[in-house]
């Protein structure tokens, strides 16, 4: 079934795809050319995909050898017929050249996706963690007890 809610959710498969293969172009893709980008790391935020392109290039390119294997859960999706949002649990975790995971970090994530046409596009994008209020730290990884 080809629902818009199917179609956000293959939109995560080809984020996904597109990280791992550090394809700039099929990760830019994904985005809207008038996107807004709310990103956990360096700006407070990129305005156009242009802008948002520069960052990912960055991204890619420091990770030489490595890859990352990106994991979504707790995936919802609401909205419909041509806006949707979708909210999920992102887990990135770089893999050294022969497979082995080094590290990896969660992230909040949250896509506005609007169809173009006969396709979807990010408009905007917000990660996020949070803080810890004991000691003003980012939080990387998700406590599955607190939900």
Not at 19 to 39: E, G, I, S, T
Not at 102 to 124: D, E, F, P, Y
């Amino acid at each position: 079934m080809n629902t818009p809610a199917h179609a956000a959710v293959s939109m995560i498969d080809a984020y996904r795809q597109a990280v791992h293969d550090k394809d700039v172009a099929a990760f830019m893709d994904l985005y809207d050319p008038d996107v807004r980008v709310f990103d956990t790391w360096a700006a407070w935020s990129y305005e156009g995909a242009a802008s948002w392109r520069k960052a990912v290039e960055i991204w890619f390119s420091s990770l030489g050898d490595e890859r990352v294997r990106v994991t979504a859960d707790d995936v919802r999706v609401a909205g419909g017929p041509t806006l949707l949002v979708l909210s999920a649990v992102v887990t990135y975790a770089g893999l050294a050249a022969d497979g082995r995971e080094l590290r990896a970090m969660q992230n909040r994530l949250t896509w506005a996706l609007a169809q173009r046409g006969a396709s979807w596009k990010i408009v905007h994008e917000h990660t996020s963690a949070p803080i810890a209020t004991d000691h003003a730290t980012v939080i990387l990884t998700r406590d599955d007890a607190a939900g």
